[in-house]
């Protein structure tokens, strides 16, 4: 089974305005979009059911709508949090979890990560599922132990169907928001280690089918030969999001 390409648009806490969050989500509900491909856009929390009301209003049920994040309880005494239940019933069909700045920035640890996804799966959620490495990682030549230790929290908390649900994002730490692509060659390698993971680990068929995406200053230029690897299935975009070279991106394959 072919897999489908994969394009989602972190938005990260941008933008600053609701009147510029209106005019980016009104541009790409009116953009030329390559229906080959699953493009969905995670606002901020403020912003995602607006935003899919306003998708929804321009007639566009195209682009989906994903949270940036969200707990592992279903509704209770967590303030400041939002859980996959309550994604669910506002019918948003997505959540990123385990990205790096959750992880670093927020101490959210592979095994907690690995509940969240957990949590989002038995919610109905399907789940873009970040891992990768620091630069001091990749320099000390442990990118494939760091990105198995992340996968191996999950590993045991999914069953085979489950894995339908999830794309994973690899997005090496060095290259988030720093204007450093990574190299598609190294792209590619890690990719290809994550699928072979899989295989051993879950299942040859959840290895073939599952969705593994690269993350990490993805722009225009860099994006055709990164897409042209056989083991990369998209991206995930972060500041490029937020510029109508998004839509080239989404594109990249036409
Ligand atoms: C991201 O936030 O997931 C990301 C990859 O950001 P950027 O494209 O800005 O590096």
């Known amino acids: 089974m ?41 606002p ?16 566009n049920s195209f682009v989906k709508v994903a949270a940036q994040n969200c707990y592992i309880k279903s509704s209770g005494a967590f303030t400041g949090e939002t859980s996959p239940a309550q994604l669910a019933d506002a019918e948003i069909p997505y959540v990123i979890l385990g990205h790096s700045e959750r992880r670093t920035l927020f101490h959210e640890t592979s095994a907690f990560v690995a509940q969240k996804t957990k949590a989002a799966i038995d919610t109905g959620l399907s789940v873009i599922l970040c891992i990768g490495e620091t630069l001091a990682e990749r320099e000390a030549g442990t990118t494939l132990a760091v990105v198995e230790e992340q996968l191996n929290a999950v590993v045991p ?76 299935d998209g991206f995930l975009v972060g500041g490029a999001s937020l510029k109508p070279e998004f839509i080239a991106i989404v594109n990249v394959l036409r």
């Not at 901020?44 to 007639?59: C, D, M, N, Q, S």
Request: aromatic share 6%; net charge neutral.
């Open 2 to 42: 072919a897999r489908k390409f994969f394009v989602g648009g972190n938005f990260k806490m941008n933008p600053a305005t609701r009147a510029e969050k209106v005019k980016l989500v009104e541009t790409l509900a009116a953009a030329d979009l390559d229906p080959n491909v699953d493009v969905v856009i995670a």
């Open 44 to 59: 901020p929390a403020l912003y995602v059911i607006p935003t899919a009301e306003l998708l929804k209003a321009k007639g």
């Open 157 to 232: 908390l999914l069953s085979a169907e489950e894995w339908s649900k999830i794309v994973i994002a690899y997005e090496p730490v060095w290259a988030i928001g720093t204007g450093k692509v990574a190299t598609a060659a190294q792209a590619q390698e890690v990719h290809a280690a994550i699928r072979n993971f899989l295989s051993k680990a879950v299942s040859p068929s959840v290895a073939e089918n599952t969705r593994i995406i690269y993350g990490g200053s993805v722009s225009e230029k860099a994006a055709p030969e990164l897409a042209s690897q056989p083991d990369i």
